[in-house]
């Protein structure tokens, strides 16, 4: 099983990001998939779910009309865009799936800073 995260790196203050979480070794379809974020020093917190058939979906408060989550089922991908970026955003972004099981990936550094 493996969760591989890409596209972070570093972007001015307003910028943009997509991240993207490629998976493998389970079923993807069937799995809930989120997007989580940890800053140094700070809880890892909850950024935004989508549900296994990309019906439903949630945002944290503090990137809500930011940050948008989307998944590709065939492509076995879930995806988040972010834009107007902040200082505050910068953190280890953290893919994670839940079904019957649950798995996490290794994490993509996103820092925001002038």
């Known amino acids: 099983v493996q969760l591989v995260e890409s596209g972070g790196g ?42 296994n058939a990309g019906g439903g979906t949630n945002y944290a408060d503090s990137v809500k009309g930011r940050f948008t989550i989307s998944r590709d089922n065939a492509k076995k991908t879930v995806y988040l865009q972010m834009n107007s970026l902040k200082p505050e955003d910068t953190a280890v972004y953290y893919c994670y799936a839940r079904g019957l099981r649950e798995y996490w990936g290794q994490g993509t550094q996103v820092t925001v800073s002038s």
Not at 18 to 47: D, I, K, N
């Open 10 to 51: 570093l972007v001015q203050p307003g910028g943009s990001l997509r991240l993207s979480c490629a998976a493998s070794g389970f079923t993807f379809s069937s799995y809930h998939m989120s997007w989580f974020r940890q800053a140094p020093g700070r809880e890892r917190e909850l950024v935004a779910p989508i549900t």
